[in-house]
């Protein structure tokens, strides 16, 4: 009872703060709803991609409404409740943890689309479609960043460069792809011994204890505590050449602790990335980041509501820009319990040298271009 009373008044204060929502009558495909659970709002491409998403479901002729889940999945499945008592024809959902399932079960039930946007829904067999990048050449791409940055073709094993390992979240399932594809390129220089890991050492993410060691939960506070007990113990007496970030916050994060070690003054490690995000890429300019990962989430918004659009027009999905995942590819989107459709856009890596092309990409302000000019 509470619980229903509790989500009537999430739908009436959500339709009257969002006046473009309608609550009923709007079953035709042109002026459906569709709605959008983000998961967060401390990393800003799923600010951007909300608003991206609504645009341009409204560009179509739908109603479009966004709620952002503070990185809390039960706040995540309440709002789900509410778009579906909005009478939700599809869900976009970037999903906070495997947790939300029961929310995903709830729209199989009502017959709402779910399309999982840029993360993997794990453990449900109860929706067709992903719309993401390819994981594992995100990790690809920066673990041979590294390679490349250290020289590690040449290297030799009595001065082996040393590598600190951080993670995502072990309730995301890109973490696993984005730092299985990092280490196997990573990897063989660990065991020709060019390159040495300081602190834990997961091999792949299926060494879920040493893996949760590195793991951030995507908070850069945790980045922070993580890299400040590193530097404090297990790198206590080295200088640090490199470190393997998952993302862009993190990088920051990391940066900011050497920043406080007089030994990494001028001499800071070199840092991955992820998102593109615009202080990232001043750090870039700067030479204080070695790369960034360029998910264009912009073009992954636009092609998300191509999908959705096809899907409620009873088509059969055509992305401009996207494949579907075949092959080997197939695994990233393995929810546990079946393997969806999973549509794929490729990475782009930008270091110092192509810094220009997120920025071509109209991916900032025009202030936030200029400055990366
Ligand atoms: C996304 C990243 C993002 C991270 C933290 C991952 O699932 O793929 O782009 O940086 O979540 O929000």
């Given amino acids: 009872m509470k619980c229903c009373s509790a989500v009537l008044v999430a739908v009436a204060v959500s339709a009257i703060l969002l006046p473009g929502c309608k609550q009923s009558g709007s079953s035709t495909s042109g002026g459906a709803l569709i709605g959008i659970a983000m998961p967060e709002t401390h990393v800003t491409h799923w600010v951007k991609d909300g608003a991206t998403l609504k645009a341009e479901a409204e560009k179509r002729g739908y109603h479009a409404e966004v709620q952002f889940?503070?990185?809390?999945?039960?706040?995540?499945?309440?709002?789900?409740?509410?778009?579906?008592?909005?009478?939700?024809?599809?869900?976009?959902?970037?999903?906070?943890?495997?947790?939300?399932?029961?929310?995903?079960?709830?729209?199989?039930?009502?017959?709402?689309?779910?399309?999982?946007?840029?993360?993997?829904?794990?453990?449900?067999?109860d929706y067709d479609y992903f719309i993401t990048f390819n994981g594992d050449k995100i990790g690809?791409?920066?673990?041979?960043?590294?390679?490349?940055?250290?020289?590690?073709?040449?290297?030799?094993?009595?001065?082996?460069?040393?590598?600190?390992?951080?993670?995502?979240?072990?309730?995301?399932?890109?973490?696993?792809?984005?730092?299985?594809?990092?280490?196997?390129?990573l990897n063989p220089y660990i065991e020709k011994g060019v390159l040495k890991v300081i602190g834990p050492y997961p091999k792949t993410s299926a060494d879920r204890d040493a893996f949760g060691k590195i793991a951030t939960g995507w908070q850069s506070s945790t980045a922070k505590n993580l890299m400040d007990n590193l530097l404090k113990n297990e790198a206590k007496n080295i200088t640090l050449n490199a470190v393997l970030s998952p993302n862009d916050n993190i990088a920051r994060a990391i940066i900011d602790v050497c920043r406080t070690d007089a030994k990494y003054k001028g001499n800071l490690p070199l840092v991955t990335g992820l998102d593109g995000e615009f202080e990232s890429m001043m750090l870039v300019k700067s030479g204080e980041q070695l790369c960034t990962v360029f998910k264009n989430t912009t073009q992954l918004s636009e092609a998300a509501i191509v999908l959705a659009d096809q899907i409620l027009k009873g088509q059969t999905p055509d992305i401009p820009g996207a494949y579907l995942a075949e092959g080997p590819l197939e695994k990233l989107g393995d929810t546990g319990k079946k393997v969806v459709k999973t549509y794929l856009i490729d990475p782009v890596l930008v270091t110092k040298e192509n810094i220009n092309v997120p920025v071509d990409a109209g991916f900032y302000t025009a202030s936030e271009s200029e400055a990366l000019r």
């Avoid at 940055?149 to 399932?173: Q, V, Y």
């Fill in 69 to 125: 889940g503070d990185a809390d999945q039960s706040i995540q499945n309440r709002q789900i409740q509410t778009l579906l008592g909005l009478d939700a024809k599809l869900l976009i959902v970037g999903s906070v943890s495997a947790d939300v399932a029961p929310a995903i079960a709830e729209a199989a039930q009502k017959k709402t689309v779910v399309i999982a946007f840029d993360r993997l829904i794990q453990n449900s067999a």
């Fill in 140 to 185: 690809v791409l920066q673990g041979q960043s590294l390679v490349d940055a250290l020289g590690l073709e040449n290297a030799d094993p009595k001065a082996p460069k040393s590598l600190a390992l951080f993670a995502g979240s072990i309730t995301d399932a890109n973490a696993f792809s984005f730092y299985d594809g990092a280490m196997s390129v």
